[in-house]
C-alpha cells in the first residue's frame, strides 16, 4: 500500500549532490543522494503529470461549457 507524502526537503550537501529527505504520514523519513540532473528529471516529471492532469480537468471543463451552450 501506498505511504502518504507528510512532507519533504531538499538541501545541497557540500559535494555538489542534494540530500533529498522524504516524511511520510506515520513519521518515517527516507533520506536519498541526488545530483542536479536527477533533482531537474524528477522536477521535470512532476511538472509533466501536473500539466496533463491540468488538460484533463480543463477539457473536462470545456466539454461542461459546450454542452451548456448548446
Known amino acids: 500500500m501506498a505511504r502518504t507524502l507528510s512532507s519533504f526537503s531538499i538541501a545541497a550537501d557540500g559535494s555538489g549532490d542534494y540530500l ?15 545530483t542536479y540532473e536527477q533533482l531537474d528529471m ?3 516529471a512532476i511538472e509533466e503529470a501536473l500539466d496533463d492532469d491540468e488538460d484533463d480537468a480543463l ?8 454542452e451548456s451552450e448548446v
Open 59 to 66: 477539457g473536462a471543463d470545456e466539454d461542461e461549457d459546450e
Open 42 to 44: 524528477l522536477g521535470e
Open 20 to 34: 533529498l529527505s522524504i516524511e511520510d504520514e506515520d513519521g518515517e523519513t527516507i533520506e536519498l543522494s541526488a
